[in-house]
C-alpha cells in the first residue's frame, strides 16, 4: 500500500507479500484501465499465491493495483524482469514481456526458464472482473536447456522485421552460482508471432552474455534498429571489467541474384528479396525479408542450390538446381511478407539462393510472377 511520501514522490509503494523483492522490475503499460492516464507494472520474483512471483498493475490515476498476475508455480521468479513490448496484437492495449527465469520447462529445479505475454485486453478485462474474451498470453517461449535462466532480461527492441510491432530481447544468462552451463545467449523474437527470428551466444562461460539488453535504435543508419548487449561479468578488459556490445539488429547476408531482370508486378515495383541474419548453421538465425510484391496475395518462399536465368509467368526464375519449399505466406497491404529460415540441417559449405514465387491475377498474363533473388553460403 501507498506509503507517505517526499515532496519529490509521487507515490511510495510496498510489495503485497513478505520476501517477494517487490520493485525488482518496473515497467509502464499504457492506458490499460480506459481513464486517459497512463497505468504501470511493478514486478516481484517472490510472493504471490503460489509463491513464485508476481506483477501488480497498477493505476496511474489512483495508483492501486487493479490485478495481480501470479506465477504458475513456486520458485519460477515469474516477473523478476519485465518489459512494455508495444502493442503486439494490434488491439490498441499495449502487453507486457515478463521474464520467469526459475521456471522449469523438464525436472524439478532445472530452471530452463520462460517468458510470456500477457495481453493488455486480458489483463484489463480481468482487472475490471469480467471474463476476458481473449487468450491470457500472445505468445510464450521457454529455455531450451537446464539452467538456461531464459527470460533473465526482457526488452523491447524496435521493429527489426518490418513488420510493424516491436521485436522482444530475450536474456538467458545461462548462470547459478555453481551452476553454470555457457556463455548466455540473447533471443530477438518476433513481437507478432514469437518466432525467433536470430540468437546470438556469448564465448565466455559466467560472462553472463545478455544480463542487459536494449534497443538504441538505428545505429549504423541501415534502416534497422540494432541491439546492445551487455556482459558484466566478461574479463577481457580485467577481472570481471564487464563489457557492452552494440551488433546489426538484422544485417543484410545475402548476395543479390538476378535483380537487373526481375520485373514490376501489379504493385508497380520489383518484388525484392532480402537474406537477414546470419549465414552460419550453428547460430540458427536466418530470416528473409520480401518487399513491392502483390498486395495481400499469397507467396511461396523457396530455395535452389544454384542460379538459373529462365523465363518464369510474367517474370523470370533464378533459383536452379535443387528447389526446395520453404513456405507459404500471405503480403500485407504494402506487399511485403517474412518467412525465418532454419539452417541447422543444411551442409556447412552449401550454397542457397532464395526466391520467391508471387501470386499476381491483376497483373494478366500468366497470372503470377517472381522476386528477385538473394545468395549466400552456409558457415559453421
Known amino acids: 500500500m501507498p506509503l507517505p511520501v517526499s515532496p519529490r514522490e509521487l507515490v511510495s509503494l510496498t510489495g503485497l507479500y513478505n520476501h517477494s523483492d517487490f520493485g525488482i522490475a518496473v515497467a509502464p503499460v499504457g492506458d490499460l484501465t480506459g481513464d486517459g492516464i497512463d497505468d504501470f507494472a511493478v514486478g516481484a520474483k517472490g510472493g504471490g499465491t503460489k509463491n513464485g512471483g ?14 495481480v498476475v501470479d506465477a504458475s508455480v513456486q ?79 526482457v526488452t523491447s527492441l524496435g521493429d527489426l522485421d518490418g513488420d510493424g510491432a516491436s521485436e522482444v530481447g530475450i536474456g538467458a544468462t545461462q548462470s547459478l552460482v555453481g551452476l553454470s552451463t555457457g556463455g548466455g545467449y540473447v533471443d530477438v523474437v518476433s513481437g507478432r508471432t514469437g518466432e525467433l527470428l536470430f540468437r546470438m551466444r556469448g564465448a565466455t562461460t559466467d560472462a553472463q552474455f545478455g544480463r542487459g539488453i536494449a534497443g538504441p535504435g538505428d545505429i549504423d543508419g541501415d534502416g534497422r534498429a ?73 507467396v511461396l518462399f523457396l530455395r535452389g542450390s544454384t542460379t538459373t536465368l529462365v523465363p518464369f509467368g510474367n517474370g523470370v526464375w533464378c533459383a536452379g538446381g535443387q528447389v526446395v519449399r520453404i513456405g507459404r505466406k500471405t503480403t500485407d497491404v504494402s506487399g511485403a511478407a517474412n518467412k525465418v529460415f532454419r539452417p541447422t540441417a543444411i551442409q556447412v559449405g552449401s550454397t542457397l539462393v532464395f526466391q520467391a514465387w508471387l501470386d499476381d491475377p491483376l497483373a494478366g498474363g500468366a497470372g503470377f510472377n517472381a522476386s528477385d533473388a538473394a545468395s549466400l553460403v552456409v558457415v559453421p
Open 226 to 298: 540494432d541491439v546492445a548487449i551487455g556482459l558484466p561479468f566478461d574479463v577481457q578488459g580485467g577481472t570481471y571489467s564487464g563489457s557492452a556490445i552494440v551488433v546489426r539488429g538484422l544485417p543484410n547476408v545475402g548476395t543479390p541474384v538476378c535483380a537487373a531482370n526481375a520485373t514490376a508486378n501489379s504493385s508497380g515495383s520489383v518484388a525484392r528479396l532480402v537474406a537477414r541474419g546470419s549465414t552460419s548453421k550453428t547460430a540458427d538465425a536466418m530470416f528473409l525479408e520480401l518487399t513491392g510484391a502483390p498486395l495481400t496475395r499469397p
Open 75 to 153: 520458485h519460477e521468479f515469474y516477473g523478476s524482469a519485465i518489459a512494455n513490448a508495444g502493442d503486439l496484437d494490434g488491439d490498441g492495449m499495449d502487453e507486457l514481456a515478463v521474464g520467469a527465469w526459475g521456471a522449469d520447462e523438464g525436472p524439478a529445479n532445472s530452471h530452463e526458464g520462460r517468458v510470456d505475454v500477457p495481453r493488455g485486453r486480458w489483463i484489463r478485462d480481468t482487472g475490471w472482473g469480467i471474463a476476458p474474451i481473449v487468450s491470457r498470453e500472445v505468445w510464450v517461449r521457454q529455455g531450451s536447456e537446464k539452467y538456461d535462466l531464459y527470460g533473465s532480461t
Open 54 to 67: 508476481y506483477v501488480a498493475f497498477y493505476s496511474g490515476a489512483s495508483t492501486q493495483p487493479f490485478v
